[in-house]
Nanobody, 121 residues
Framework: QVQLVESGGGLVQAGGSLRLSCAASDRTLHNIGWFRQAPGKEREFVAAISVSGGTTNSADSVKGRFTISRDNAKNTVYLQMNSLKPEDTAVYYC????????????????WGQGTQVTVSS
């Protein structure tokens, strides 16, 4: 069973940047997705990346601001978040999936514990 560990969250002012990391505990490469959950809201899809890194997709709300990438030598996926807005405030989770590019939470199998991102106005 793979374990995922997210890191890189924190408090940042609006317009700032953060880079989140998602490190997998095993040697197997996985398709990975990032989700986020704000207080009182459903967990929503943010971005996803294929094993090779050649296929990515992202939610319309983050297009042009967030970039997903990976370093397979480190078995780590990154989410670079620029031009952050207060509405980006949430707990961010990464998860594995066999359904490449899926935006459905139910298609994701193993989840990390999450990392808090807070954007102040």
């Amino acid at each position: 069973q793979v374990q995922l560990v997210e890191s890189g969250g924190g408090l940042v002012q609006a317009g700032g940047s953060l880079r989140l990391s998602c490190a997998a505990s095993d040697r197997t490469l996985h398709n990975i997705g990032w989700f986020r959950q704000a207080p009182g809201k459903e967990r929503e899809f943010v971005a996803a990346i294929s094993v090779s890194g050649g296929t990515t997709n992202s939610a319309d709300s983050v297009k042009g601001r967030f970039t997903i990438s990976r370093d397979n030598a480190k078995n780590t996926v990154y989410l670079q978040m620029n031009s952050l807005k207060p509405e980006d405030t949430a707990v961010y989770y990464c998860a594995t999936t066999r359904s490449l590019g899926s935006i459905r939470r139910d298609d994701y199998d193993y989840w990390g514990q999450g990392t808090q991102v807070t954007v102040s106005s």
